[in-house]
């Protein structure tokens, strides 16, 4: 099993900035992929990046490409969300999700593991 940590979320004003975390634990996998989904009230969750831990690629979704980067850190099984002009629209619940796979996932099918999730507000 792997456990989903997720940190960093909060109550920010539309353009500022934010950077989420998720750190991984339990068990090690050499072909792994991490990702960031997030989910609205009343909405679908939604896939909004990803990282290929074994090749370092990544994917976004549309609505955040240029504001938003994944990136890995310095600890094994951790990476970031960095959130940039942030807009109300960006208010949601954000989910870190592994998948175990080298590739990197943009549906929700792949992902075996999820975290709890951390509370996004953007207010205008």
């Known amino acids: 099993q792997v456990q989903l940590v997720e940190s960093g979320g909060g109550l920010v004003q539309a353009g500022d900035s934010l950077r989420l975390s998720c750190a991984a634990s339990g068990r090690t996998f050499s072909r792994f992929a991490m990702g960031w989904f997030r989910q609205a009230p009343g909405k679908e969750r939604e896939f909004v990046a990803a990282?290929?831990?074994?090749?370092?690629?990544?994917a976004y979704a549309d609505s955040v490409k240029g504001r938003f980067t994944i990136s890995k850190g310095n600890a094994r099984n951790l990476i970031y969300l960095q959130m940039n002009s942030l807009k109300p629209e960006d208010t949601a619940v954000y989910y870190c999700?592994?998948?175990?796979?080298?590739?990197?996932?943009?549906?929700?099918?792949?992902?075996?593991?999820w975290g709890q999730g951390t509370q996004v507000t953007v207010s205008s």
């Open positions: 999700a592994a998948a175990l796979t080298a590739s990197v996932p943009t549906s929700r099918n792949p992902y075996d593991f």
């Open positions: 990282i290929s831990w074994t090749f370092g690629t990544t």
